[in-house]
């Protein structure tokens, strides 16, 4: 147990996966609150929406129309944030200038997919059982399978788990060139600026890492180094599993708990407690423990104010191309970052 006065006093606590501090004062939660309320999320909706650019048979904004799914369904956003094809942009020569120095901005390319958890109009991940989680787990891996280098240490296993389609057309053009990173996340509920109550999510392939996964991976390979080759969040695991003060659900495969260093009041990470660098190391026992833990978390977040939880959630692993170092030093995780603070309508603000 941290010393019980840490529940009293203000202190900082460290977070090993960006190198930083944050400060952490406990006694403010008993503060009057008086600000910004929310609406609670109540909403119900129905099984199919004639007007929904994401249900099987509709038709997109952009005028393709949907297949009558069954499942999972993927494909290239209508509104991608990066796009594949582009205008060139070449910087002037760095000739020492204030603007060359300061004034510094470089080309990133990619391409970005939605992904539909269920043809189902009203069903969050909330909603749904492990084993209808599992389709999404499957596609997330064959998606990241298509996308990996060639000359990556995960290609040798990547085959292994190409999984066939769940009884859906997949028609996704291969990339025209070898990206980077590949991010894939939910972004649930209107708080967090979803604009399609359809449960889906989205996946976006870039030339460069994303800053929050760039800093972890140098973190995750400094500990690496200095530690004789341990994993930070393997050890992690095992450390938060022996005290039992932040876990939240646990099975053969994962651990999901609090972290200690979480910013958000009902911040929720996902660990794989034994050493896996991305989703094509998952046999699908490995899976299965996946999707029963995403199943907890959202399930728990609902219940939590009986309302439907908004949160932000993200998968970190192993980069698509990267060093040998790169690769084996990453370690797969989920983010959840929830903006609720007391209740249903009340969130939090990062403000200072």
Known sequence: ?????????????????????????PHRTKRPWQGQQEEASKTTLPDHDLSCYLCPGNARAGGDVNPQYESTFVFVNDYSAVKEEQAEYNPADQDGSLSSRLLRAESVTGKCYVITFSKAHNLTLADLSPSQILPVID???????AHLSPSSPLAQVAGATSLPPHGHSESFAAPNRQYRYMQ?????????????????????????LPEEPALELEQLK?????????????????????????????NGNFLTLCP??????FEVMIVSKQHKRA?????????LGLAESIAEVTRRYDNLFETHFPYSMGIHQAPLEGSKEEIEASHFHIHFYPPLLRSATVRKFLVG
């Not at 460290?14 to 952490?24: H, K």
């Not at 109550?197 to 460069?208: A, N």
């Open 184 to 208: 894939i996340f939910e972004n649930k509920g209107a708080a967090m600026g979803c604009s399609n109550p359809h449960p889906h999510g989205q996946i976006w392939t870039t030339t460069g």
């Open 279 to 287: 989703l094509v190391d998952f046999n699908d026992q490995e899976r």
């Open 139 to 145: 596609t997330w891996t064959r998606i990241y399978t």
């Open 222 to 250: 400094k500990y690496r180094r200095e530690q004789g080759g341990s994993n930070l969040l393997e050890d992690y695991a095992i450390l938060e599993s022996t005290k039992e003060e932040r876990v939240i659900f646990e």
């Open 260 to 265: 200690w260093w979480a910013i958000w009041p």
């Open 1 to 25: 147990m941290p010393d019980a006065i840490l529940n009293d006093i203000s202190h900082r606590r460290y977070n090993p996966l960006r190198g930083s501090w944050l400060l952490v004062s």
